[in-house]
């Protein structure tokens, strides 16, 4: 490859993760709705053909967003499951992480969830972001358990629940320990997995 080649590729990159980084700090900042393609030209000074060079429309945006929130979030559960390694502890640990990422980073969690995306979940075509997130809830529970996927799945099914109807006010804040240790309790305990 030559040397003009790379730079120009360089150069790319670096525009598109500026364009990623500019949408989602509007985003934060202002909401989702001021996530427009014209706004994003101007904030990173380029011309909207510029930015429709990289993407196809605001939808492709968020999707960047997205799959950039499922590596900190992946990263973020590591973390929290991996300090207190015990199984009922790391459970409720990556419960509690879960809900922070959430609560503390509400415009990146509407782009990983509720904005419309074509990411793909349990899918062949996963991304390899998703599924890394994925991972996290499957290693809070023994791999004998031969339910131990399903079981993640519906634990995050519920962190996801309370997530959004938190965030909106639907259920009370202050019996969120409750819900979560009703949660942990069910299911640090199912059949084949770990208990504590």
């Known amino acids: ?51 429709y060079s990289h993407f196809s429309g605001k939808e492709a945006i968020v999707e960047a967003v997205a799959l950039d929130g499922f590596d900190e979030l992946t990263a973020h559960l590591r973390r929290a499951r991996t300090a207190d390694p015990g199984p009922r502890s790391s459970l409720r640990a990556l419960c509690h992480a879960y809900l922070e990422f959430a609560a503390e980073r ?54 996801h629940g309370m997530a959004v109807l938190s965030e909106s006010g639907r259920i009370p804040e202050e019996y969120q320990e409750a819900r979560l240790g009703f949660l942990v309790d069910r299911f640090a305990d199912a059949p084949g997995s770990d208990a504590a």
């Open 1 to 51: 490859m030559s040397v003009i080649r790379e730079r120009r590729e360089r150069e790319r990159a670096q525009r598109h993760r500026l364009i990623v980084t500019a949408a989602r700090e509007l985003a934060e900042a202002e909401g989702w709705e001021a996530v427009t393609t014209r706004r994003l030209a101007e904030r990173v000074e380029y011309s909207q053909p510029v930015l």
């Open 106 to 159: 509400p415009a990146l969690y509407r782009a990983m969830f509720v904005m419309p995306t074509d990411v793909k979940f349990a899918h062949a075509e996963t991304p390899t972001q998703l599924r890394s997130t994925f991972a996290e809830f499957v290693s809070c529970f023994r791999p004998d358990n031969a339910l131990r996927e399903l079981t993640a799945e519906v634990v995050w099914s519920a962190l």
